[in-house]
């Protein structure tokens, strides 16, 4: 409900620029719909209102038509798990908000996001139009809560508030994980115990206190409302997980993901997804044996929903999961699963609109010059929320400050 109040009043927002309105036709296009369609050839997808209008309609009536022959057009990729908007440079200090040493269960993030942060202009360029954007914590299990923005660059971005709980139940370099799973179980039992007790009781709840923020987020948890995010690599720790989940019919995620071959089967089976890095091809610690460029092929045929994600500094990487998309490819992956991968599997793992190219669904698009995946590909255009938008970055501005010739110093160049 909370996303669909979001959507409608971004919707709102937008439905009052003109550029908004006005319908536009894209044609003869390489179509890579993210859906069961799969790929139409020559084929013509019109937007209007933020959404996507028709696909290969009989009549074309459009205010703008973009002839697109010999180019490729895919839903606008999705990332995910990284501090885009929180963070600007790692080094300085005053630069980073996700992370607080007071963060509890519930901490929220989205409040320090910055849409004008200069990274997110250069992720819109390597053809991301969303992300779900994770807090971190470096010395406890609770991260917080992921929220999702689009990358437009608007000061009304952030189009879902709370899309998952992130918990990190792997190795710890203080202390045992045990105790993290235990705290873990212990506060869904209480809080099943206590909805089970309201549930059952009959006398007027007006004296009933107000939940706090970390009984809502449990709540939602076992309503199945709000994916939880588990980052973990050992297969051991991937077995507890699923147990878990088992016992609270939670929505579980998980992320990283390592050893998670020794598991497919049983991860498919209980429809758990896996955040997945394309490039990890050795183990970075005990916890992650079996990392291998080979994972995101071997869990897809497995019929494991697969999620790439750009790990480590994904923030200020973000532009390269084509690229790595393209990497998992070449090691076994299908190319439409790995075009699902980075659109319409995320979408349906944390419940977005978008990542796909279907009617009615928001119209966040990329045509791209070929290939996505290839390296010597660049995005044509890219249109988020039906509005297109700017593939200039900060980085093209410098490029052309220093590459133009002027009598004047270098430091009164613009």
Known sequence: MTKFKLSMITGALL???AA???ITAI?????????EQGTLNNATVVIENGKIKSINPQNIEADVTVSAEGMVLTPGFIGTMNQLGLVEVGAVARSRDASDDKAGLDFDPSYAFNPRSSLIAYARKGGITQNVVSPINYDAAYSGLAFTADLSGEFDSVTDKHTALVIDLGAK????????????????EGQQAKLEKQKDKKEDKKDEGKPSGEERVLTQLLEAKMPLVVEINRAADIAQVIKLKEKFALDVIIRGGSDAVLLADELAKAEIPVIISGVSNLPSDFDALHANLENAGKLEKAGVKVLLSVFGDGSHNLYQLRYDAGIAVSNGMSFNSAIKAVTSNVADAFDLDGGKIAVGHRADLVLWSADPFEISTHAEKVWI????????????TLRERYMTESNLPRAYTK
Do not use: I, M
């Open 15 to 17: 439905t009052s620029s």
């Open 20 to 22: 908004f309105a006005q």
């Open 27 to 35: 044609t003869g296009a390489t179509v890579h719909t993210a859906t």
């Open 173 to 188: 370099s203080k202390g045992s994980r045990a105790l993290s799973f235990q705290q873990l179980v212990e506060k869904l």
């Open 385 to 396: 929320n039906g509005e297109e938008v700017t593939t200039e970055s900060r980085h093209d």
